[in-house]
């Protein structure tokens, strides 16, 4: 790193593989880079938190993130009978990130909807979003407004990882396409948790109901068991088997109603809740106050 008249020149890290493009994501504070072995890789400004973004590229040419980007229209694609955009999937009379971000939801769903086929091949995929992509309004906003928003069963995050393969092995390097792997790279690490983990109850305390709220990084089995301060089991919950993802909301979360297997209210006081999985245990404290 240094400043831009050339001083102030330090190393921020260290890395194996030769970079070939750099870019500067500043809205998000990272920086992005190809290298040498095909890949995309990202960091913080200060050069820590490496990670890979993108693999099996081949040989990536240099890197252009999405606010320097201005890549030119090719066709303004306009139907005959309404004048709209074939990109505008979304019909709001623009083409940028929301069109984009309906592309992926379509294809991770499997939509074979003839709106969101917009390259006309027959087929609705990974090459559509690159199309939408390539093709923004100019000055429309780019950045991503799907990540983190976004709930993928494992069923559609295994199709959205088999489009990101069918589009490497195209060998499309476009500036389009790289932004659409990076994006669709992100989407997918963070709809799958890093770890299995039990969360912290929430109210707590509470009376009488809670939710209690854990994350997957695999397939398994599921069960919470809650206990008494004595440690006697006062209720189970079967949950069953669940995808990888994460349980945080009220619409996924375990529910507790704070019965006991009787159907009967449980006294104040200090409980504990066992989440069990196929390849781990955990144990939280809970309380009920009244």
Do not use: H
Not at 143 to 161: E, F, T, Y
Not at 175 to 198: D, F, G
């Amino acid at each position: 790193a240094a400043n831009l008249n050339g001083s102030g020149a330090k190393e921020l890290n260290d890395i194996r593989a030769v970079p070939v493009g750099i870019g500067v994501d500043t809205a998000r504070s990272q920086l992005y880079w190809t290298n040498s072995r095909g890949r995309v890789q990202s960091a913080d400004l200060d050069g820590g938190g490496i990670r890979n973004v993108v693999d099996g590229l081949g040989s990536p040419g240099d890197m252009v993130i999405s606010n320097s980007l201005k890549a030119p229209k090719t066709s303004t694609a306009k139907t005959s009978t309404t004048g709209k955009s074939k990109y505008d999937v979304n019909g709001d009379g623009s083409v940028d990130s929301k069109d984009s971000d309906a592309l992926i939801v379509a294809v991770a769903a499997d939509v074979t909807d003839a709106k969101y086929d917009v390259n006309g091949d027959g087929t609705v995929d990974i090459k559509d979003i690159v199309d939408v992509r390539a093709n923004y309004d100019k000055g429309a906003a780019s950045a991503p407004a799907l990540i983190g928003n976004v709930k993928l069963s494992m069923v559609q995050i295994d199709r959205l990882q088999e489009q990101i393969d069918l589009l490497i092995a195209t060998g499309d390097r476009s500036p389009a396409a790289l932004k659409t792997l990076i994006y669709l790279q992100q989407l997918i690490a963070m709809a799958r948790p890093e770890k299995t983990q039990l969360l912290a109850n929430y109210p707590n305390p509470f009376n009488p109901e809670t939710w209690i709220p854990y994350e997957l990084a695999t397939d398994t089995d599921v069960k919470i068991t809650i206990y008494n301060a004595q440690g006697v089991v006062v209720r189970m919950l079967q949950l069953g088997q669940q995808s990888a993802g994460y349980y945080t909301d009220r619409e996924r979360a375990a529910y507790w109603d704070g019965r006991n297997a009787l159907g009967e209210q449980v006294a104040s006081g200090i409980y504990f809740y066992q989440l069990e999985t196929d390849a781990m245990s955990s144990l939280r404290k809970m309380v009920i106050l009244k």
